[in-house]
């Protein structure tokens, strides 16, 4: 994510000086960091859906486990069992991992507890597991109750989401205010960006998009860090 961040601004960069090069303008450098802003942006969009998938994923792991293991099956059959049919890639390699590191003589649990995909709920169940083992107590009951814990914590993440998704759009829709209004002048026969060629307009300019740009990342930081309290 982060190499892909920088070479979307690399590439911005190098369109933008080209462009600048070119007596383009500065215009052509605010177009290109609105650009790279906006790909930016897309990237962590897919990442955080990503994660989302991962987390529902480790949670229908989370039922499949305790399932299998109330049939009578071993913690690392039920695990092989909910590698082969989990949904997400990082959630089945961790599955895996952990059944073939039981298979040569290891703990699968304790490995599982430094499971990173489908957090942190793999994690808590390698915990469970590790936990139990060393207590005798029975781990049915332990993971179905977590897996009850997990559902209700991702209802709870999907209600909070819900109600982030107004001040969002609003945000969003704030952040496009500017160039509508640039548009709606256009339209009506006028040259809104005769003042770019100018110092002032230019200063102007280059602080507004900036402003924009630092509102918008702002926002998503509000919201992702509201989501990230959540277990």
Same mark, same amino acid.
């Given at each position: 994510? &982060? *190499?892909?961040?920088?070479?979307?601004?690399?590439?911005?960069?190098?369109? !933008?000086?080209?462009?600048?090069?070119?007596?383009?303008?500065?215009?052509?450098?605010?177009?290109?960091?609105?650009?790279?802003?906006?790909?930016?942006?897309? @990237?962590?969009?897919?990442?955080?859906?990503?994660?989302?998938?991962?987390?529902?994923?480790?949670?229908?792991?989370? &039922?499949?486990?305790?399932?299998?293991?109330?049939?009578? *099956?071993?913690? &690392?059959?039920?695990?092989?069992?909910?590698?082969?049919?989990?949904?997400?890639?990082?959630?089945?390699?961790? @599955?895996?991992?952990?059944?073939?590191?039981?298979?040569?003589?290891?703990?699968?649990?304790?490995?599982?507890?430094?499971?990173?995909?489908?957090?942190?709920?793999?994690?808590?169940?390698? !915990?469970?597991?590790?936990?139990?083992?060393?207590?005798?107590?029975?781990?049915?009951?332990?993971?179905?109750? @977590?897996?009850?814990?997990?559902?209700?914590?991702?209802?709870?993440?999907?209600?909070?989401?819900?109600?982030?998704?107004?001040?969002?759009?609003?945000?969003?829709?704030?952040?496009?205010?500017?160039?509508?209004?640039?548009?709606?002048?256009?339209? @009506?026969? !006028?040259?809104?960006?005769?003042?770019?060629?100018?110092?002032?307009?230019?200063?102007?300019?280059?602080?507004?998009? !900036?402003?924009?740009?630092?509102?918008?990342?702002?926002?998503? &930081?509000?919201?992702?860090?509201?989501?990230?309290?959540?277990?």
């Amino acid at each position: 994510m &982060r *190499r892909r961040g920088l070479a979307l601004w690399v590439g911005a960069a190098t369109v !933008g000086v080209i462009a600048w090069g070119g007596g383009v303008g500065v215009l052509s450098l605010v177009v290109a960091a609105g650009v790279a802003a906006a790909g930016v942006a897309r @990237l962590r969009a897919g990442q955080r859906r990503n994660r989302d998938r991962e987390r529902r994923a480790a949670v229908a792991a989370l &039922r499949v486990v305790a399932s299998e293991m109330a049939t009578g *099956r071993t913690p &690392r059959e039920a695990l092989a069992v909910a590698a082969r049919e989990a949904a997400q890639a990082a959630v089945r390699s961790e @599955l895996t991992c952990a059944v073939a590191f039981g298979q040569w003589g290891g703990d699968e649990a304790a490995l599982l507890v430094r499971a990173r995909a489908g957090a942190p709920w793999l994690s808590q169940l390698g !915990g469970c597991l590790t936990v139990c083992a060393q207590t005798g107590a029975g781990p049915v009951a332990v993971i179905e109750g @977590l897996a009850h814990r997990a559902d209700q914590g991702e209802q709870h993440r999907h209600e909070v989401a819900a109600a982030l998704a107004g001040p969002r759009a609003q945000a969003r829709i704030l952040a496009a205010l500017p160039v509508a209004g640039v548009l709606l002048g256009a339209a @009506l026969g !006028g040259n809104p960006l005769r003042l770019v060629g100018t110092p002032l307009g230019t200063a102007l300019l280059v602080a507004g998009w !900036g402003l924009e740009i630092a509102g918008l990342a702002w926002m998503r &930081r509000l919201t992702e860090r509201s989501l990230a309290l959540l277990p």
